[in-house]
């Protein structure tokens, strides 16, 4: 790139704020960040970051926005450096517990990035670069105000590195676990499948993948005992976020909640979620306990250079398939549990990361040879109007909302099923729920519907409580209550697109380029 090509790339046409130290590009990803963070974009960009190596030659991030840059990286025992490159460090706050107690989240919707919290930047954008068939060459973090309905968004949203959106709830209850209450405290996504290991007795030397690496990470051993309940019930409910949950519950609007929460432990910071904070890529990382650029499921959607393909994963024609697209060498935590106990079945239901399961709800969809995935299944799944958890019929204009509704109840009948009789019950149940991101994207936190779908949840799990108790094993079940990621609600008036200017620069630059997502570049040159 020539010199006049190198500031053009810096300036884009703009001026940048008082004592931005002018940092010549080394490539085009740095030249499409500079471009992307000028102050007529900030409102709906938050952050860009793209992988550097360090002076080190060890891997590193460059995170920019209009006020500044930094570089991240770890240490070799793991602790995280930043380095001020230029103007104010746009991840500066990394607390984790940040916006605590829940009336402070309430009061400063949708920060602006210098109020904001980004917990472990340097880990988390780290693992997120790591694969480099699949990993993109820039990164683009939309601000938590911004509203895109034309490009897939929603009142409702995620997928930021900031602290709410990355904040999923964490309780633990039942059967070994030290009924602490609510802790100051947080864990992280990738500690749920070595926590769930633990719960059922698993030791920790063999918390490790097929090739017998160790997971990235670990189980809370300060909240329970091992292997003191009979079964294990792992519940995800998919976009819940944590200081909402637990607010409804401390209410007595989640009467359920409430119930596993006074026999048990929440951490307040809940499990700070893998970036990019959205489902696949977490729900993939809390069953298999290593981040993205292990197991390789880096989204919803994300592009695959060697086999140079658009991976759309999150979809109900393509759920059943998340094993094809795991790293070699990844196991889930069904695979972990039948390597350390092989006569211990597991089961796993609406949940698309369910390899090893004894049974699963994606076996059956891959059973009927189904081109239309899970959507395969519409003709026996419960009618969403005759449910008995509905709280409002209205709820169901919304597609997805039906559809959740529909998928949650047949979940309820499943897991009913398989505690008919305690003898032949799982050792290990996975039981993910997906109302609860269906109501938070549909109105926003906080808003009626979004609670709603809580409410719903809980019913659902009470119906599954009072079954166990009719059964008298209640007290013989260890209860891991998580989800995927939290919420914001967006500001229909903070729109726009960065598809201008993201054009402009690649176009100057000379590179193509690919906007998966939207937000994830892959630059090729022409």
């Not at 920019?64 to 570089?71: E, H, I, P, T, Y």
């Not at 104010?88 to 949708?110: H, S």
């Amino acid at each position: 790139m020539s010199e006049k090509r190198r500031d053009d790339a810096w300036t884009g046409g703009t001026s940048r704020p008082s004592g931005w130290e002018k940092v010549a590009c080394r490539s085009a990803a740095e030249a499409v960040a500079m471009e992307l963070t000028s102050p007529e974009l900030a409102r709906i960009i938050d952050l860009v970051a793209y992988p550097v190596r360090d002076d080190a030659d060890r891997p590193a991030v460059i995170v920019r926005n209009s006020g500044g840059a930094v570089r991240l990286w770890l240490t070799e025992t793991g602790q995280e450096r930043h380095e001020l490159l230029a103007g104010r460090d746009p991840v500066q706050n990394t607390d984790p517990l940040a916006f605590l107690p829940y009336p402070l989240e309430c009061a400063d919707p949708g920060p602006d990035n210098e109020r904001n919290a980004y917990p472990e930047p340097a880990r988390r954008l780290l693992s997120f670069f790591a694969d480099p068939d699949r990993s993109p060459d820039v990164v683009v973090v939309h601000t938590p105000r911004h509203y895109f309905p034309e490009r897939g968004g929603h009142r409702g949203e995620h997928g930021s590195l900031d602290v709410i959106q990355s904040r999923a709830p964490f309780l633990l209850s039942g059967a070994g676990v030290r009924p602490l209450g609510l802790v100051a405290d947080h864990a992280r996504t990738v500690d749920i499948a070595p926590t769930l290991l633990h719960l059922a007795g698993v030791p920790a030397e063999d918390h490790r993948d097929a090739d017998g690496a160790a997971l990235d990470g670990r189980a809370r051993t300060d909240l329970a005992e091992a292997g003191v309940g009979r079964f294990v019930i792992g519940l995800l409910w998919d976009g819940a976020p944590s200081s909402d949950l637990l607010s409804l519950a401390s209410a007595g609007e989640l009467p359920a909640v409430a119930r596993l929460l006074a026999a048990g432990t929440a951490l307040t910071g809940g499990a700070v979620a893998e970036f990019p904070s959205v489902t696949l890529c977490n729900h993939t990382s809390a069953l298999t306990g290593v981040g993205p650029g292990r197991h390789g499921i880096l989204g919803n959607v994300f592009y695959d250079r060697v086999r140079d393909q658009q991976i759309l994963a999150n979809t109900e024609t393509t759920w059943h398939r998340s094993a094809e697209w795991l790293r070699p060498g990844v196991s889930t935590v069904f695979e972990m549990l039948a390597r350390a106990q092989p006569t211990a079945r597991s089961a796993c239901l609406d949940e698309p990361i369910d390899r090893g399961a004894t049974t699963s709800t994606m076996q059956l969809v891959r059973a009927e040879g189904d081109d239309r995935g899970a959507g395969g299944l519409d003709g026996v799944l419960p009618a969403a109007e005759d449910s008995p958890y509905l709280t409002r019929l209205d709820h169901l204009e919304d597609r997805y909302y039906r559809w959740c509704t529909r998928v949650d109840d047949a979940g309820l009948i499943q897991i009913l099923g398989l505690f008919a009789d305690p003898a032949t019950a799982p050792r290990l149940t996975w039981w993910s729920n997906i109302v609860t991101d269906a109501g938070h994207h549909a109105g926003g936190t906080r808003s009626e519907i979004a609670q709603d779908s809580l409410r719903e949840a809980d019913r659902r799990l009470g119906a599954l409580l009072a079954h166990l108790d009719s059964l008298g094993v209640t007290d013989q079940v260890t209860f891991l209550l998580t989800a995927d990621h939290g919420f914001e609600a967006a500001d229909e008036s903070v729109t726009g697109s960065w598809a201008p200017a993201l054009a402009a620069a690649c176009d100057r630059l000379g590179v193509s380029y690919r906007d998966e997502g939207p937000g994830f570049i892959y630059l090729t040159p022409r």
